[in-house]
Protein backbone atom coordinates (compact mmCIF):
# COMPACT_ATOMS: atom_id res chain seq x y z
CA UNK A 1 0.00 0.00 0.00
CA UNK A 2 1.57 3.24 -0.83
CA UNK A 3 2.50 4.47 2.94
CA UNK A 4 5.98 4.27 2.08
CA UNK A 5 8.48 6.14 -0.74
CA UNK A 6 8.85 4.94 -4.55
CA UNK A 7 11.95 5.52 -4.62
CA UNK A 8 13.58 4.40 -8.43
CA UNK A 9 12.54 2.32 -11.50
CA UNK A 10 14.17 -0.65 -12.46
CA UNK A 11 13.03 -2.63 -15.72
CA UNK A 12 9.11 -0.81 -15.29
CA UNK A 13 9.00 -2.40 -11.35
CA UNK A 14 8.79 0.36 -8.89
CA UNK A 15 11.17 -0.09 -5.92
CA UNK A 16 9.21 0.98 -2.68
CA UNK A 17 10.83 1.88 0.77
CA UNK A 18 8.50 0.39 2.99
CA UNK A 19 8.01 3.14 6.12
CA UNK A 20 9.29 2.39 9.07
CA UNK A 21 6.94 1.86 11.68
CA UNK A 22 7.60 4.83 13.84
CA UNK A 23 5.22 3.34 17.21
CA UNK A 24 2.80 2.09 14.68
CA UNK A 25 2.12 -0.66 12.95
CA UNK A 26 -1.18 -0.12 11.60
CA UNK A 27 -1.80 -0.61 8.04
CA UNK A 28 1.72 -0.91 7.30
CA UNK A 29 3.36 -3.19 5.26
CA UNK A 30 5.92 -5.69 6.54
CA UNK A 31 8.37 -5.57 3.96
CA UNK A 32 12.14 -5.76 5.90
CA UNK A 33 13.80 -5.29 9.15
CA UNK A 34 15.14 -2.05 8.52
CA UNK A 35 11.66 -0.52 8.95
CA UNK A 36 12.47 -1.04 12.84
CA UNK A 37 14.27 1.64 13.44
CA UNK A 38 13.62 1.96 17.36
CA UNK A 39 14.17 -1.37 19.51
CA UNK A 40 10.87 -0.18 21.64
CA UNK A 41 8.80 -0.99 18.72
CA UNK A 42 9.89 -5.13 18.76
CA UNK A 43 9.69 -5.24 22.23
CA UNK A 44 5.91 -4.08 22.41
CA UNK A 45 5.44 -6.24 19.16
CA UNK A 46 7.32 -8.75 22.10
CA UNK A 47 5.00 -8.14 24.46
CA UNK A 48 1.95 -8.86 22.52
CA UNK A 49 3.18 -12.03 21.62
CA UNK A 50 3.69 -12.84 24.97
CA UNK A 51 -0.24 -12.35 24.96
CA UNK A 52 -0.88 -14.31 22.24
CA UNK A 53 0.86 -17.05 23.50
CA UNK A 54 -1.03 -17.19 26.94
CA UNK A 55 -4.26 -17.06 25.53
CA UNK A 56 -3.37 -19.54 22.95
CA UNK A 57 -1.82 -21.45 26.48
CA UNK A 58 -5.27 -21.34 27.91
CA UNK A 59 -7.14 -22.19 24.45
CA UNK A 60 -8.65 -18.38 25.34
CA UNK A 61 -10.67 -18.14 22.26
CA UNK A 62 -9.98 -14.65 20.32
CA UNK A 63 -12.13 -12.42 18.23
CA UNK A 64 -9.44 -9.95 17.14
CA UNK A 65 -9.66 -9.94 13.71
CA UNK A 66 -13.61 -10.84 13.69
CA UNK A 67 -14.98 -9.69 10.62
CA UNK A 68 -11.46 -9.66 8.75
CA UNK A 69 -9.95 -11.10 5.73
CA UNK A 70 -6.72 -12.49 4.90
CA UNK A 71 -4.70 -13.82 1.99
CA UNK A 72 -2.02 -16.24 1.88
CA UNK A 73 -0.24 -16.38 -1.67
CA UNK A 74 2.61 -18.51 -1.50
CA UNK A 75 5.07 -19.02 -4.65
CA UNK A 76 7.28 -21.15 -3.00
CA UNK A 77 7.40 -24.40 -1.30
CA UNK A 78 6.57 -23.73 2.71
CA UNK A 79 5.83 -25.96 5.56
CA UNK A 80 5.99 -23.87 8.60
CA UNK A 81 5.61 -20.17 7.37
CA UNK A 82 2.08 -21.23 5.44
CA UNK A 83 0.64 -22.97 8.43
CA UNK A 84 1.60 -20.75 11.06
CA UNK A 85 0.08 -17.80 9.59
CA UNK A 86 -2.82 -20.01 8.73
CA UNK A 87 -3.39 -20.50 12.44
CA UNK A 88 -2.34 -17.29 13.38
CA UNK A 89 -5.66 -16.15 11.05
CA UNK A 90 -7.74 -18.74 12.74
CA UNK A 91 -7.04 -17.93 16.10
CA UNK A 92 -7.54 -14.88 16.10
CA UNK A 93 -11.32 -15.37 14.59
CA UNK A 94 -10.90 -14.07 10.90
CA UNK A 95 -14.20 -14.22 9.05
CA UNK A 96 -12.05 -15.04 6.10
CA UNK A 97 -8.97 -16.94 4.97
CA UNK A 98 -8.09 -16.99 0.90
CA UNK A 99 -5.22 -19.60 1.21
CA UNK A 100 -3.25 -20.33 -2.37
CA UNK A 101 0.20 -22.67 -1.42
CA UNK A 102 0.64 -23.28 -4.87
CA UNK A 103 0.58 -19.52 -6.68
CA UNK A 104 3.15 -20.51 -9.39
CA UNK A 105 0.79 -23.55 -10.76
CA UNK A 106 -2.73 -22.98 -9.69
CA UNK A 107 -2.92 -19.01 -10.44
CA UNK A 108 -3.29 -17.31 -13.01
CA UNK A 109 0.49 -16.67 -12.71
CA UNK A 110 0.71 -20.16 -14.76
CA UNK A 111 -0.98 -17.93 -17.45
CA UNK A 112 1.91 -15.53 -17.51
CA UNK A 113 -0.21 -13.27 -15.38
CA UNK A 114 2.18 -9.72 -13.40
CA UNK A 115 2.37 -10.10 -10.20
CA UNK A 116 0.84 -6.39 -9.99
CA UNK A 117 -2.35 -7.61 -11.86
CA UNK A 118 -2.77 -11.06 -9.43
CA UNK A 119 -2.00 -8.60 -6.64
CA UNK A 120 -5.16 -6.34 -7.84
CA UNK A 121 -7.03 -9.67 -8.54
CA UNK A 122 -6.79 -11.28 -5.05
CA UNK A 123 -8.19 -7.17 -3.80
CA UNK A 124 -10.64 -7.09 -6.16
CA UNK A 125 -12.38 -10.41 -5.82
CA UNK A 126 -11.70 -11.51 -2.41
CA UNK A 127 -12.07 -7.59 -0.47
CA UNK A 128 -9.19 -9.34 2.22
CA UNK A 129 -7.23 -6.73 4.64
CA UNK A 130 -4.21 -7.80 4.43
CA UNK A 131 -1.79 -9.77 1.88
CA UNK A 132 0.83 -12.56 2.92
CA UNK A 133 3.17 -12.97 0.35
CA UNK A 134 6.11 -15.25 -0.67
CA UNK A 135 7.42 -14.78 -3.95
CA UNK A 136 11.03 -15.98 -5.56
CA UNK A 137 11.58 -12.35 -6.62
CA UNK A 138 14.06 -10.56 -4.40
CA UNK A 139 11.54 -7.48 -4.84
CA UNK A 140 8.64 -9.09 -5.05
CA UNK A 141 6.86 -7.99 -1.35
CA UNK A 142 8.00 -4.25 -2.60
CA UNK A 143 6.52 -4.54 -5.94
CA UNK A 144 3.12 -5.64 -4.15
CA UNK A 145 3.49 -3.12 -1.27
CA UNK A 146 3.51 -0.60 -4.38
CA UNK A 147 0.32 -1.68 -6.02
CA UNK A 148 -1.59 -3.26 -2.99
CA UNK A 149 -4.23 -0.78 -1.58
CA UNK A 150 -3.60 -3.70 1.54
CA UNK A 151 -0.89 -4.07 3.69
CA UNK A 152 1.13 -6.95 2.62
CA UNK A 153 3.39 -9.02 4.88
CA UNK A 154 6.80 -10.32 3.24
CA UNK A 155 6.58 -14.33 3.78
CA UNK A 156 9.69 -14.65 2.04
CA UNK A 157 11.27 -12.48 -0.63
CA UNK A 158 14.06 -14.30 -3.04
CA UNK A 159 17.45 -14.86 -1.32
CA UNK A 160 16.78 -11.22 0.46
CA UNK A 161 14.73 -10.84 3.19
CA UNK A 162 12.28 -13.10 5.47
CA UNK A 163 11.28 -10.36 7.98
CA UNK A 164 8.63 -12.61 9.74
CA UNK A 165 11.45 -15.02 10.72
CA UNK A 166 13.90 -12.59 11.85
CA UNK A 167 10.94 -11.41 14.32
CA UNK A 168 10.22 -15.21 15.55
CA UNK A 169 13.93 -15.67 15.42
CA UNK A 170 14.95 -12.70 18.06
CA UNK A 171 11.43 -13.23 20.08
CA UNK A 172 12.91 -17.00 20.88
CA UNK A 173 16.44 -15.63 21.03
CA UNK A 174 14.56 -13.49 24.35
CA UNK A 175 12.68 -16.17 25.49
CA UNK A 176 15.60 -18.75 26.10
CA UNK A 177 18.20 -16.58 26.99
CA UNK A 178 16.62 -13.43 28.67
CA UNK A 179 18.08 -10.86 27.20
CA UNK A 180 18.74 -9.23 23.38
CA UNK A 181 22.65 -7.65 24.22
CA UNK A 182 26.04 -8.73 24.24
CA UNK A 183 25.74 -11.63 22.30
CA UNK A 184 27.86 -14.25 20.39
CA UNK A 185 25.57 -15.44 17.34
CA UNK A 186 27.56 -17.86 15.04
CA UNK A 187 25.69 -18.92 11.54
CA UNK A 188 26.43 -21.56 9.40
CA UNK A 189 25.42 -22.82 6.40
CA UNK A 190 24.30 -21.14 3.00
CA UNK A 191 24.73 -17.14 4.25
CA UNK A 192 24.52 -16.03 0.69
CA UNK A 193 21.60 -17.84 -0.83
CA UNK A 194 19.18 -18.01 2.43
CA UNK A 195 17.20 -15.19 3.71
CA UNK A 196 16.72 -15.71 7.18
CA UNK A 197 19.95 -15.17 8.65
CA UNK A 198 20.32 -12.32 6.35
CA UNK A 199 16.95 -10.53 8.00
CA UNK A 200 17.59 -11.91 11.58
CA UNK A 201 21.26 -11.10 11.70
CA UNK A 202 20.17 -7.02 10.59
CA UNK A 203 17.44 -7.41 13.34
CA UNK A 204 20.00 -8.11 15.88
CA UNK A 205 21.52 -5.00 15.70
CA UNK A 206 18.82 -3.69 17.33
CA UNK A 207 20.79 -4.91 20.56
CA UNK A 208 23.86 -3.59 21.91
CA UNK A 209 27.43 -5.67 21.47
CA UNK A 210 26.37 -8.54 18.84
CA UNK A 211 29.16 -10.07 17.47
CA UNK A 212 28.72 -12.31 14.86
CA UNK A 213 31.08 -15.18 13.14
CA UNK A 214 29.18 -16.06 9.99
CA UNK A 215 30.94 -19.98 9.28
CA UNK A 216 30.60 -20.83 5.63
CA UNK A 217 32.83 -22.78 2.92
CA UNK A 218 33.78 -19.66 0.52
CA UNK A 219 31.37 -19.81 -1.93
CA UNK A 220 28.48 -19.44 0.08
CA UNK A 221 29.49 -16.44 2.09
CA UNK A 222 27.48 -13.62 3.55
CA UNK A 223 26.95 -10.75 1.20
CA UNK A 224 29.87 -7.66 1.57
CA UNK A 225 26.33 -5.74 1.65
CA UNK A 226 25.07 -6.90 4.55
CA UNK A 227 28.45 -7.25 6.84
CA UNK A 228 28.76 -3.55 5.96
CA UNK A 229 24.84 -2.98 6.88
CA UNK A 230 25.70 -4.73 10.53
CA UNK A 231 29.66 -3.31 10.85
CA UNK A 232 27.64 0.36 10.16
CA UNK A 233 24.90 -0.60 13.27
CA UNK A 234 28.10 -0.98 15.29
CA UNK A 235 27.97 -4.75 15.48
CA UNK A 236 31.32 -6.96 15.10
CA UNK A 237 31.87 -9.49 11.97
CA UNK A 238 33.93 -12.38 12.01
CA UNK A 239 33.80 -14.88 8.99
CA UNK A 240 35.33 -18.31 8.95
CA UNK A 241 35.22 -21.82 7.53
CA UNK A 242 33.00 -24.88 8.33
CA UNK A 243 36.00 -26.10 10.16
CA UNK A 244 36.27 -23.28 12.31
CA UNK A 245 33.19 -24.02 13.58
CA UNK A 246 35.15 -25.90 16.34
CA UNK A 247 37.08 -23.05 17.65
CA UNK A 248 34.17 -20.36 18.16
CA UNK A 249 31.69 -22.66 19.82
CA UNK A 250 32.84 -22.00 22.97
CA UNK A 251 32.01 -18.18 22.89
CA UNK A 252 28.81 -19.15 20.80
CA UNK A 253 25.47 -17.74 22.92
CA UNK A 254 23.52 -18.98 19.75
CA UNK A 255 24.31 -21.59 16.88
CA UNK A 256 22.26 -20.57 13.86
CA UNK A 257 22.41 -23.44 11.14
CA UNK A 258 20.82 -23.23 7.98
CA UNK A 259 20.74 -25.46 4.92
CA UNK A 260 22.55 -25.13 1.44
CA UNK A 261 19.76 -24.06 -0.54
CA UNK A 262 20.24 -26.27 -3.56
CA UNK A 263 17.26 -24.66 -5.54
CA UNK A 264 19.04 -21.11 -5.86
CA UNK A 265 22.12 -23.26 -7.82
CA UNK A 266 20.63 -23.75 -11.09
CA UNK A 267 18.96 -19.83 -10.86
CA UNK A 268 23.02 -18.62 -10.53
CA UNK A 269 24.14 -21.15 -12.95
CA UNK A 270 21.66 -19.48 -15.92
CA UNK A 271 22.19 -16.04 -14.94
CA UNK A 272 26.01 -16.88 -15.42
CA UNK A 273 25.78 -18.57 -18.48
CA UNK A 274 22.91 -16.23 -20.00
CA UNK A 275 25.82 -13.08 -18.81
CA UNK A 276 28.59 -14.78 -20.70
CA UNK A 277 27.13 -15.62 -23.84
CA UNK A 278 24.79 -11.93 -24.38
CA UNK A 279 22.62 -12.00 -27.28
CA UNK A 280 23.78 -15.32 -28.14
CA UNK A 281 21.79 -16.93 -25.28
CA UNK A 282 18.61 -16.02 -27.97
CA UNK A 283 20.07 -18.26 -30.06
CA UNK A 284 20.74 -21.21 -28.25
CA UNK A 285 16.85 -21.27 -26.47
CA UNK A 286 16.11 -21.91 -23.32
CA UNK A 287 15.58 -25.46 -23.10
CA UNK A 288 19.33 -26.15 -23.93
CA UNK A 289 20.67 -23.15 -21.93
CA UNK A 290 18.79 -24.90 -18.94
CA UNK A 291 20.37 -28.45 -19.36
CA UNK A 292 23.95 -26.82 -19.09
CA UNK A 293 22.42 -24.68 -16.25
CA UNK A 294 21.76 -27.62 -14.40
CA UNK A 295 25.01 -29.20 -14.86
CA UNK A 296 26.90 -26.19 -13.71
CA UNK A 297 24.66 -25.88 -10.72
CA UNK A 298 25.24 -29.38 -9.48
CA UNK A 299 29.00 -28.44 -9.91
CA UNK A 300 28.30 -25.27 -7.44
CA UNK A 301 26.02 -27.23 -5.20
CA UNK A 302 28.93 -30.00 -4.58
CA UNK A 303 31.45 -27.34 -4.00
CA UNK A 304 29.00 -25.75 -1.40
CA UNK A 305 28.00 -29.19 0.87
CA UNK A 306 30.84 -29.94 2.59
CA UNK A 307 29.14 -31.82 5.46
CA UNK A 308 28.75 -29.75 8.62
CA UNK A 309 26.22 -31.64 10.77
CA UNK A 310 25.61 -30.59 14.51
CA UNK A 311 25.63 -33.38 16.70
CA UNK A 312 26.17 -34.06 20.27
CA UNK A 313 29.78 -34.47 20.11
CA UNK A 314 30.29 -31.09 18.75
CA UNK A 315 28.03 -30.20 20.85
CA UNK A 316 29.93 -30.97 23.89
CA UNK A 317 32.48 -27.71 23.19
CA UNK A 318 29.36 -25.55 23.43
CA UNK A 319 28.28 -23.31 26.62
CA UNK A 320 25.77 -25.06 28.56
CA UNK A 321 23.64 -21.87 27.87
CA UNK A 322 23.99 -21.85 23.96
CA UNK A 323 20.88 -22.75 22.11
CA UNK A 324 20.81 -23.98 17.96
CA UNK A 325 18.14 -22.72 16.37
CA UNK A 326 17.49 -23.41 12.62
CA UNK A 327 14.57 -21.64 10.61
CA UNK A 328 13.82 -25.24 9.06
CA UNK A 329 13.64 -27.79 6.88
CA UNK A 330 16.61 -29.55 7.40
CA UNK A 331 18.90 -31.69 5.32
CA UNK A 332 20.97 -33.55 7.45
CA UNK A 333 22.78 -30.04 8.93
CA UNK A 334 21.50 -31.29 12.65
CA UNK A 335 21.71 -34.70 13.56
CA UNK A 336 18.13 -35.93 15.67
CA UNK A 337 20.18 -37.30 18.09
CA UNK A 338 20.55 -33.58 18.83
CA UNK A 339 16.83 -33.17 19.16
CA UNK A 340 16.55 -34.36 22.63
CA UNK A 341 19.52 -32.19 23.99
CA UNK A 342 17.97 -29.10 26.14
CA UNK A 343 19.61 -26.51 23.67
CA UNK A 344 17.60 -27.87 20.92
CA UNK A 345 15.63 -24.46 20.43
CA UNK A 346 14.19 -25.08 16.62
CA UNK A 347 10.94 -26.48 17.67
CA UNK A 348 10.18 -24.08 20.40
CA UNK A 349 11.12 -21.60 17.51
CA UNK A 350 8.61 -22.73 15.60
CA UNK A 351 5.51 -22.30 17.79
CA UNK A 352 6.62 -19.35 18.77
CA UNK A 353 5.97 -18.09 14.97
CA UNK A 354 2.66 -18.81 15.80
CA UNK A 355 2.77 -16.21 18.79
CA UNK A 356 4.31 -13.68 17.20
CA UNK A 357 2.40 -13.79 13.80
CA UNK A 358 -0.68 -13.35 15.62
CA UNK A 359 0.53 -10.43 17.43
CA UNK A 360 1.63 -8.91 13.64
CA UNK A 361 -1.21 -9.21 12.19
CA UNK A 362 -3.18 -7.76 15.42
CA UNK A 363 -1.16 -5.10 15.47
CA UNK A 364 -1.20 -4.41 11.73
CA UNK A 365 -5.23 -4.61 11.72
CA UNK A 366 -5.38 -2.42 14.86
CA UNK A 367 -7.94 -4.74 15.93
CA UNK A 368 -6.17 -6.11 19.36
CA UNK A 369 -6.63 -3.26 21.84
CA UNK A 370 -3.22 -2.50 21.73
CA UNK A 371 -2.34 1.22 21.90
CA UNK A 372 0.51 1.99 19.92
CA UNK A 373 2.16 5.55 20.05
CA UNK A 374 5.63 7.32 18.93
CA UNK A 375 6.31 8.46 22.16
CA UNK A 376 4.95 6.29 24.79
CA UNK A 377 4.73 2.76 23.35
CA UNK A 378 2.81 -0.14 25.77
CA UNK A 379 0.49 -2.43 25.85
CA UNK A 380 -2.46 -3.01 27.49
C1 LIG B 1 13.21 -20.84 5.24
C2 LIG B 1 12.83 -20.07 3.99
O1 LIG B 1 11.87 -20.39 3.32
O2 LIG B 1 13.55 -19.12 3.72
N1 LIG B 1 12.21 -21.59 5.84
C3 LIG B 1 11.27 -20.98 6.62
O3 LIG B 1 10.58 -20.08 6.21
N2 LIG B 1 11.14 -21.39 7.89
C4 LIG B 1 14.53 -21.52 5.18
C5 LIG B 1 14.81 -22.51 4.10
O4 LIG B 1 14.02 -22.76 3.21
O5 LIG B 1 15.91 -23.08 4.16
Known amino acids: MPLGQEQETIDQKPIFNAEPFKGSFCGKDIISVEQF ?26 KDL ?65 IVLRHPEDSSSQEAAHFAKVPIINAG ?38 RTIKSLAKLLTLGDGIRF ?21 GAKVIEGNSEELRDVLGETDVLYVTRVQEEWFVHQAMREIKEALGEKAKIIGEDKLLEAAKILGEGYYQQAVEGYVIDLELLERAKEKMIVMH ?24 RNGLYTRMALLAAILGKAKIPFCSNNLSVV
Open 327 to 350: PLPRVGEIAYEVDDNPRAAYFRQM
Open 157 to 194: SGRLAHPTQAILDLYTIREELGRMDGLTVTMIGDLKNG
Open 66 to 130: KGCGVALLFYQPSTRTFSSFSAAVQKLGASCQISIPDMESFSSAAKGESLKDTIEAIEQATAVDV
Open 37 to 62: TLRKEIEVLFEVADRMKQSVEEGEIR
Open 213 to 233: NFISPPILRMPEEVNNYLRQK
